[in-house]
């Protein structure tokens, strides 16, 4: 059975960070893409942070020079450090992973609350 936990999530004031983890387990994690996704309020989900097997990153314009997604194969795990977080960073963040053949799986969520 696969399962994706995410946790980090929480209340922080604009400018500060924070830091998300997503711990994988029932996948052969590191032969996974894995992103983080975002959904705020009333809006579609998004793209955030993405990072393949091979370790390659992309992010969303809106992310740039203020996250870093990161995965640490041995642990199971991916991070999305977050820095600079401003109000517009408000929503709920979602772990997926995907792979070609085995398919996609999604976390449950972890809100994140900037205050202004």
């Known amino acids: 059975q696969v399962q994706l936990v995410e946790s980090g999530g929480g209340l922080v004031q604009a400018g500060g960070s924070l830091r998300l983890s997503c711990a994988a387990s029932g996948i052969i994690f590191s032969a996974y893409a894995v992103g983080w996704y975002r959904q705020a309020p009333g809006k579609q989900r998004d793209l955030v942070a993405t990072?393949?097997?091979?370790?390659?990153?992309n992010y969303a314009d809106s992310v740039k020079g203020r996250f870093t997604i990161s995965r640490d194969n041995a642990k199971s795990t991916v991070y999305l450090q977050m820095n600079s977080l401003t109000p517009l960073d408000t929503a709920v963040y979602y772990c997926?992973?995907?792979?070609?053949?085995?398919?996609?799986?999604w976390g449950k969520g972890t809100l994140v609350t900037v205050s202004s």
């Open positions: 997926n992973v995907q792979h070609s053949r085995w398919g996609d799986y």
């Open positions: 990072i393949t097997s091979r370790g390659n990153t």
